[in-house]
């Protein structure tokens, strides 16, 4: 079974900067996109970035556009999330998937525990 580990949230001010990791297991991670998605508390699960196979496009949503970078290293079967000028309305619990390029959480599954960020004012 593939599965995937998320890690480095923790809690920033405002303005402040996180980066997360996702370290998957299985040999096909590079045959997937990589979409990372946020959950706050009585909310759903909310698009945040995705990216292609290859690393070379990605799609983001306009909360986090100019904010936030998504990348990957398929030598590691890691994927990252660049967050910059963190905002509290940031503040979830971040979610990283496999599957197939969208901004919708149900084409992606092998899912994460998530890990916390959470960014105060």
């Known amino acids: 079974q593939v599965q995937a580990v998320e890690s480095g949230g923790g809690l920033v001010q405002a303005g402040g900067s996180l980066r997360l990791s996702c370290v998957a297991s299985g040999r096909t991670f590079s045959y997937f996109a990589v979409g990372w998605f946020r959950q706050a508390p009585g909310k759903v699960r909310e698009f945040v970035a995705t990216?292609?196979?290859?690393?070379?496009?990605?799609t983001y949503a306009d909360a986090v556009k100019g904010r936030f970078t998504i990348s990957r290293d398929n030598a590691k079967n890691t994927a990252y999330l660049q967050m910059t000028n963190l905002k509290p309305e940031d503040t979830a619990v971040y979610f990283c998937g496999q599957g197939i390029y969208s901004t919708s959480a149900g084409t992606y599954g092998a899912w994460g525990q998530g890990t916390q960020v959470t960014v105060s004012s």
């Open positions: 990216i292609t196979t290859d690393g070379q496009s990605a």
